[in-house]
């Protein structure tokens, strides 16, 4: 599953991707990741860049976002939700970090 969501107040997208755990630790997050940036650099006018909301115990998620030269801005906590029956997580409140790349600004 992958998602990029319209621009934000702040002027971010969200992308979001999820993978069975089939196909962890075989490089397909950061190619999803790496993609969503590339595109947005290139087609998205209004953005200033996006956002991902890795959980706080995703280890994996967070250095792909730093890997790819996002900066952790925060913390958000997203409430429960009932809509994905099949996520674990979906039915309690979930604690993430928020990690920004601004296409003005340069990252290593």
Known sequence: MCRLAPVDEDGYHNIDFMLF??????KYGSEIVLGL????????????????TPNIYNIASQKLFE??????????????TNQ??????SYK????????????????
Do not use: D
């Open 21 to 26: 755990p089939e196909y962890w630790g075989k």
């Open 93 to 108: 409140e979930v604690e993430c970090f928020i990690y920004r790349f601004s296409k003005y600004e340069t990252c290593g």
């Open 84 to 89: 994905s029956k099949w996520l674990q997580s």
């Open 67 to 80: 890997k790819i030269g996002c900066k952790k801005t925060g913390q958000i906590i997203f409430p429960k």
């Open 37 to 52: 940036k590339e595109y947005i650099i290139k087609y998205s006018k209004q953005a200033k860049g996006i956002q991902g």
